[in-house]
């Protein structure tokens, strides 16, 4: 059995610790929590005081304003919701790369990245499910706010292996009916595929209102294809294709296709209002997520 | 279309290298396991014929240029132009349409097949002969002032050159050709001037271009020189002409058509000489015989001047006998000759020379002084300067010291070991000691006797030769000294007889260490009691220089011949493995039974005589022949003067002088007969300074001159055949032309309108050049292009 530790190293996880994750939106949850929630209750963020009325609890009366005023008031509290997280990793084909510089797959990287979310919300006492997938989905655990919980899903991510190919449009449409409540999706994928049928599911998920969020796993080799001589691509998601070619001639046509991807899916994440944050699996993930965090609170 | 060097043309197999990397490259592939491929295969989906078109042109350029650039080594030379479409400009067009049409797809892959086939087939119809779309009129050939060219001219500088007429000579007309024809070449031609006399040699260590510098060089040239080797001339000028770079390549050959050099060349010399001078079928020469100079046969000249005696003494009577020789078919009634000693006027005389005819004219002389001397004889005619007169150096010696070591002295007159050789080596010394009058005539060698005991360094001092004559054995000092004496230059002579410690000989003065006894001796042969049969000299003509006296079938210098020798040593030639070193001795004369009389053995610097017999009347009767004396003096003078180098030298051969060691390290001057001044140092050789001069090309007096004023002179010297004046006709100088297939002229005029006939082939390999670079910068700026934005 694996440990938290496996994935998290001590520097993960105290960079991490330094950030909060905040939801732009507020969502329903009945768990204390550092999420604004529409309902007033006695909990554990202060929020006004009011004067006392009958019928009142009286383990709600502020004594200290008493003190000083002889009056009684009520402490009044923002009670806070749980965050209600799923996340979604891709575990399909194309995720098995593993680039010449980085040395780790992106499959691996997401699955590192799926754990320090975990934990980071875990402690929060969030809830955090976890969807594996490829051309369905392969698991899903569904969201619990226990940190036992944790160990649930670390099994799982290290259980899971690469293969087979990507249809994210499909597999997305499928889990909306599953995750009924709305909370936030975190989506670990590389989005390979067509887009038109990726920005429909997500819209799909828009609608039932869940918050949005996809880290995109690139590997430095798609990003720059960096091949010089004559090679042949094996193709990940689809065993005996290959492609054989010389890359220097194919270069220019390479890079050229991949921005118009990149263009095509950023700006359709910004039309549904979805956060997309590339990271490269040479970079430390680490930082990588604390940065986006920072960013994600300065926004919230 | 000629290449020059078509087995570079094999090169053009390097189109294949980049083939063969593409093909290695595709196959040395590298596998990745890929996940974005649907990002791939849209690209690939769209640039797939791109990709390939820019690889097949880059492919293509690739291959084309080690191709070009083998064609370029190859040096093509286009005679016509159709020859240059039809082979390579079809190909190439038949090349890229196959590639264009292996790229297309449907009618348009159609259309350019079709084209490519018809490409082809015209190539092999044109390849047969069978059609062609140009005529075969359209020469590329370019008239001969439009290219640069190789030249090679052969100029006669022999001395016949130098016969005049019409107010000018051969020689002069000559230069005057040679010059105009080298400032009609086009800029940039490479050009060599080779002089023929006496060896052909190039005037320039290379081949010149600068025609400015090459006509002041050719300006200043003089004749004189000695006898043409017209097929070596041909051969050097063929040689030099093929290292040579450009088109037109011509082989000008000027020359008096003597027909002293050229009656001897045989048909099969002709016959390699066309094969050389007209070069091979890619790199043709063009062949052209300059005759000048009319044929006036009439010409005297001294062929040649023989001194008497070999070695001559001051004080001596010298005989000069000079070789007149009439070439003409005048006689000359009166024909004034001259004698010059030092460049002085000593004797004249007249004398008639018939038509065709020979005369010897001698004169004496006797030199008051000793040192180096020069002999002329010089005749008073108009006709060719270089062959009336003859030089002669001659040194002079004051004496020549000989010490005779007297093994069995006596008190009795001639008793005494060495009687007979004292009074033979020094006759007229004798003779007035005698009492004899009248006798003003003074001894070369000077020989003084003394006993074996006295035998030092002191004795020794100033002597040239030494003999040891009947000597039982010498003490170890002593054979130090002779074998330091005789490595050093001097000579030694050992003479038989009964005192001999033969052991000692053999073991001791034979000995490997020592070397001084030519041959050992085996035992003792003969006997006093059987005079009665005598062994004798094997009569025989004599090379060896010593004995060549007794050549003279009129035995004016005596015989010996008739001596009889009752005993004698058997020397024991080598055998076995020493049989090598037995090469080192010569046998000079034998007896009728083999034994070896005389033998001769190089020892050092010095030279070694080894008489079989005694030099005095015990063992023969030698002491009492007439040739005694000659001979013994002959064999003096042999070993005293074997260290000095000859004077007399030909043409080409080194000249040597052997000075004190004073001198050694010294820059000595070594004048020329132009006056030119040349340096040479003075090397150590043993207990001498030799000094050598190499560069004897002209014939005439040089001059060695020491630091202290002292000169020596050396007389190079040439063959008379020159002397011979007559030509070739007219019909015979074309008939050699036929056969060398050449164009023969007469004048400057005739040669340019024979040259401005010819015509050349054109060199291509610039413009090949040109495209060799012009593809690399195409296959670099495309290759950049092609992948262009790649960050």
């Not at chain 1, 496996?6 to 909060?20: F, G, N, V």
């Not at chain 1, 706010?145 to 449409?173: C, K, M, S, Y």
Request: proline share 4%; with cysteine; net charge negative.
């Amino acid at each position: 059995m694996s440990h938290i530790t496996d994935y998290l190293t001590p520097q993960d996880l105290a960079k991490i610790a330094s950030h909060q994750i905040l939801a732009r939106r507020v969502v329903e949850g009945f768990c204390s929590g550092l999420h604004r929630s529409p309902h007033k209750g006695f909990s554990v963020e202060f929020k006004q005081h009011r004067q006392y009325v009958p019928g009142d609890e009286i383990r709600h009366l502020d004594w200290k304003v008493y003190g000083k005023t002889d009056r009684f008031y009520i402490r009044e509290y923002e009670e806070e919701t749980n965050l209600r997280a799923t996340l979604l990793v891709d575990s399909s084909g194309s995720m098995d790369y593993t680039g010449s510089t980085s040395g780790i797959s992106k499959h691996d990287y997401a699955t590192r990245l799926a754990a320090c979310l975990s934990y980071l919300m875990l402690q929060q006492a969030d809830s955090v499910g976890l969807v594996t997938f490829d051309d369905q989905v392969r698991r899903y655990i569904p969201p619990r706010g226990r940190p036992a919980h944790l160990q649930a899903i670390i099994d799982e991510l290290e259980a899971v292996t690469p293969g087979n190919e990507t249809e994210l449009g499909r597999v997305f449409h499928d889990l909306v009916p599953k995750l009924h409540r709305r909370g936030l999706i975190i989506i670990i994928s590389d989005c390979f595929g067509d887009v038109g049928e990726l920005l429909k599911a997500l819209a799909h998920f828009k609608h039932a209102r869940h918050e949005i969020i996809i880290f995109q796993i690139w590997d430095r080799d798609e990003l720059e294809f960096p091949f010089k001589q004559w090679t042949r691509f094996e193709n990940l998601e689809q065993a005996g294709h290959h492609i054989m070619l010389d890359p220097i001639h194919l270069k220019t046509a390479y890079m050229e296709n991949l921005e118009q991807y990149r263009q095509q899916l950023t700006s359709g994440c910004r039309r549904h209002r979805i956060d997309l944050v590339p990271m490269v699996t040479d970079e430390p993930y680490a930082e990588a997520l604390a940065y986006y965090l920072a960013l994600r609170r300065k926004v919230g | 279309m000629t290449f020059w060097n078509p087995i570079l043309l094999a090169g053009a197999a390097a189109f294949s290298i980049p083939l063969i990397i593409h093909l290695f490259n595709r196959r040395k592939f590298r596998v990745v396991n890929w996940g974005a491929m649907h990002l791939l295969e849209t690209v690939i989906r769209i640039n797939k014929k791109r990709i390939q078109l820019e690889q097949l042109i880059l492919l293509i350029i690739r291959c084309l240029i080690p191709a070009i650039l083998a064609l370029c080594l190859a040096r093509p030379v286009v005679n016509n132009w159709r020859t240059l479409i039809d082979w390579m400009l079809f190909p190439l067009i038949a090349l890229v349409l196959f590639a264009c049409a292996w790229l297309m797809k449907g009618v348009a892959r159609t259309v350019l097949a079709c084209l490519c086939g018809v490409c082809v087939v015209y190539l092999l119809c044109s390849m047969l002969g069978l059609f062609s779309l140009l005529p075969d009129d359209i020469t590329a050939r370019a008239p001969s002032g439009d290219v640069r060219s190789s030249t090679v001219i052969l100029l006669d500088n022999s001395y016949s050159m130098d016969a005049a007429q019409d107010g000018s000579t051969n020689f002069e007309k000559a230069k005057g050709i040679t010059s105009q024809i080298i400032n009609d070449l086009k800029r940039g031609s490479d050009i060599s001037v080779i002089m023929m006399g006496d060896g052909a040699e190039s005037m320039t260590d290379a081949p010149s271009s600068n025609r400015k510098t090459l006509v002041e060089r050719i300006a200043g040239l003089t004749p004189g020189f000695g006898s043409v080797d017209t097929v070596d001339a041909i051969e050097t000028g063929a040689g030099t002409l093929v290292e040579m770079s450009n088109v037109k390549r011509d082989l000008i050959l000027v020359t008096d058509f003597q027909r002293a050099n050229w009656q001897d060349v045989s048909e099969s010399a002709l016959s390699n000489m066309k094969r050389l001078a007209n070069g091979s079928e890619s790199r043709p020469h063009s062949v052209t015989l300059v005759h000048t100079g009319k044929t006036n046969p009439n010409n005297i000249a001294v062929e040649n001047l023989v001194i008497e005696p070999r070695v001559v003494g001051v004080g001596q009577e010298v005989t000069i006998r000079a070789d007149l020789v009439n070439h003409g078919s005048k006689t000359h009634e009166a024909l004034y000759v001259e004698f010059l000693v030092d460049k002085q006027h000593k004797r004249s005389k007249t004398t008639r020379v018939f038509a065709n005819d020979r005369v010897q004219v001698l004169f004496s002389h006797t030199f008051k002084t000793a040192g180096s001397h020069i002999v002329e004889v010089r005749l008073d005619t108009q006709d060719l300067e270089a062959d009336n007169s003859f030089q002669y150096a001659i040194d002079v010696l004051e004496h020549i010291d000989v010490l005779l070591v007297n093994g069995d002295p006596s008190d009795q007159p001639l008793k005494g070991e060495t009687d007979f050789l004292e009074v033979a080596l020094s006759p007229h010394l004798w003779e007035s000691h005698l009492g004899g009058e009248g006798n003003k005539l003074t001894d070369l060698l000077r020989a003084t006797s003394i006993e074996t005991v006295a035998l030092d360094a002191e004795a020794l001092k100033g002597k040239r030769v030494l003999a040891l004559a009947n000597v039982k054995k010498l003490t170890g000092g002593q054979v130090a000294l002779v074998k330091s004496f005789v490595r050093n230059g001097g000579g030694l002579i050992l003479f038989a007889g009964s005192n001999l410690d033969i052991k000692w000989y053999n073991e001791i003065l034979g000995s490997d260490e020592n070397e001084l006894l030519p041959l050992p001796i085996e035992s003792l042969a003969g006997s006093v009691e059987k005079r009665a049969h005598p062994a004798r000299i094997v009569r025989q003509r004599f090379d060896h220089d010593a004995l060549q006296v007794f050549n003279d079938e009129a035995h004016r210098n005596g015989r010996i011949d008739l001596t009889e020798f009752w005993m004698w040593y058997r020397l024991l030639p080598p055998q076995g493995e020493d049989a090598g070193e037995g090469l080192q001795v010569s046998v000079l004369t034998r007896m009728e039974n083999g034994d070896p009389l005389i033998v001769e053995k190089r020892v050092g610097k010095g030279l070694v005589i080894q008489v079989a017999t005694a030099c005095d009347a015990d063992w023969s009767n030698l002491p009492t022949q007439n040739g005694y004396a000659p001979l013994m003096q002959e064999l003096a003078i042999h070993l005293a003067t074997q260290i000095n180098s000859p004077r007399n030298v030909t043409i080409n051969q080194k000249i040597q002088a052997v000075l004190p060691a004073k001198w050694v390290g010294q820059s000595l001057a070594v004048f020329d007969p132009e006056g030119e001044e040349h340096r040479v140092q003075a090397t150590a050789s043993g207990a001498f300074a030799v000094v050598q001069f190499h560069e004897t090309k002209r014939p005439g007096e040089y001059r060695l001159v020491t630091p202290d004023g002292v000169t020596r002179h050396f007389v190079v010297t040439t063959s008379r055949r020159e002397s011979r004046l007559d030509q070739l006709t007219d019909d015979e100088i074309e008939k050699v032309a036929e056969k060398l297939d050449a164009r023969v002229v007469r004048s400057l005029a005739e040669y340019r309108e024979v040259d401005a006939q010819r015509r050349h082939g054109r060199e291509i390999w610039k413009w090949l050049m040109i495209a060799v670079l012009t593809f690399l910068f195409a296959e670099m700026f495309l290759q950049h292009w092609f992948t262009r934005r790649i960050s």
